[in-house]
């Protein structure tokens, strides 16, 4: 127990990292609240990263390679421990990642050298070759012959099977935006299982609160002329998202699964509105400066 405990922490250090190198400049939500500390210490990420089981592991694997990334020459250990810990945990979520980081560093604003560009391209797709029987067999899909149609009938069975338990929700009926929602925001009160759940909900409308700060028209300007980072994230968040809501039909288990993609979307947030406000500080600051032209001159 110790030593998992100790892995989650590592991860909320490698997320503290990351967060702070990135993005230099602290931001205040709810008026009052600093956005990292308020994002380090949600209850629920904690208590699912404190613990004997894959959970702490897999925070400490996606973390470390988010860190990693950001400079993977000088820290190509770290990145290829970080890759490697998501790949033998969850073989899925690495594919998601892996996804992400080509589509990022493909399409970011910053300029990437074509070979640089290649290089990645080969290195990630080439992976995802070498190991798609590992990735496929997840969900027992090695040796399919129409991956869309044994995906859909595996995704029904698993959900059916995650139903019956007491938290259990039929998620295999909703429409697809109500599913994210599901995966994202609950349990939020009125469906909350237990005391843990009721805890949760508080969390979950913290999220929602947050999310909501970004549905905005320039959201996606924003999303389209962002850095690599910010992009990679975005589609590990959603891709990985967007997976989960086919087998995941209980509560109990979003709660702890959702914890690996949440801090994703979360930098996405604290970059949308760092932006913002250094925008509107360069304003402020040409303002000042034009009113002192303006005073000298007279």
């Known amino acids: 127990m110790f030593t998992f405990s100790w892995f989650g922490y590592l991860g909320f250090v490698y997320a503290y990292l990351f967060f702070r ?7 205040k939500v ?10 380090l210490f949600f209850p629920n990420m904690h208590f699912w990263t404190a613990s004997l089981g894959k959970g702490s592991a897999i925070f400490l694997g996606l973390m470390m390679f988010m860190y990693a990334i950001v400079q993977p020459k000088s820290r190509v250990l770290l990145l290829i421990i970080g890759s490697a810990i ?37 290195v990630m797709f080439g992976s995802l070759i070498l190991l798609q029987d590992k990735i496929l067999g997840v969900m027992n899909l090695q040796d399919s012959e129409n991956l869309v149609e044994d995906f859909q009938a595996a995704s029904e069975k698993n959900s059916k099977d995650l139903q019956t338990a007491g938290s259990g929700v039929n998620m295999s009926s909703y429409p697809l935006p109500l599913k994210l929602f599901t995966f994202w925001f609950r349990p939020l009160f009125l469906d909350a299982p237990n005391i843990l759940g009721l805890i949760t909900s508080v969390e979950n409308l913290v999220y929602l609160l947050l999310f909501v700060k970004i549905i905005k028209k320039d959201f996606v300007n924003f999303i389209r002329k962002s850095p690599a980072l910010v992009k990679m994230s975005f589609v590990i968040f959603f891709s990985t998202s967007f997976a989960m809501t086919f087998v995941m039909s209980n509560l109990g288990i979003i709660m702890r699964q959702k914890t690996m993609v949440m801090y994703f979307i979360f930098y996405v947030i604290y970059y949308y509105l760092a932006e913002k406000k250094y925008v509107k500080l360069l304003w402020v600051k040409r303002r000042n400066d034009r009113m002192k032209e303006t005073a000298q001159s007279s």
């Open 86 to 122: 998501i790949f033998y945990i969850r073989p899925h979520v690495f594919m998601f990642v892996a996804v992400g980081a080509i589509l990022g560093f493909m399409s970011g604003k910053e300029k990437i050298a074509l070979w640089q560009k290649i290089m990645i391209f080969a």
């Open 30 to 39: 709810f008026k009052r609240f600093d956005f990292l500390t308020l994002i």
């Open 21 to 27: 190198e990135k993005i230099p400049i602290k931001i």
